[in-house]
């Protein structure tokens, strides 16, 4: 729930500019400022915490939710590790972190087949 609401609640924030983000400088802002002139990154990302939070809210495609925020957060570490950040910054990705991992263990029997080095494939016929 907490996780669904941070996601959600960022995704809506960052469509729709209802609260200000605070300024950024140095390599931090020359980061974003470098995603923020691709004109599609931060409507893409945005879009997908919106939808992802979403589904974690109502309890819907959990695992595919967090498979799809995965990434998203080891990017988010990754940039509060290698440039400067605050305090709050580091925190939330931090909490973050740790719902995910505690979400991910929660679901672990929907991961376990993607875990497999070897799958067998299944045939679909249709008549």
Known sequence: MVLGLVFFGFGLNGLLHLFPLPPTDGAAAAFIGGLF????????????????????????????????????????????????????EVSLTVLVTVLELFLAWSYRAAFRPLLRARHELVSVHTR
């Not at 498979?67 to 605050?86: D, E, K, Q, R, W």
Request: proline share 6%.
């Open 37 to 88: 002139a691709s004109r599609y990154f931060f409507r893409l990302l945005f879009g997908t915490y919106v939808i992802t939070g979403a589904a974690l809210l109502l309890g819907l495609f959990v695992p595919l939710a967090l498979t799809v925020l995965a990434p998203i957060i080891v990017n988010v570490g990754a940039m509060h590790l290698f440039l400067p950040a605050s305090g709050a």
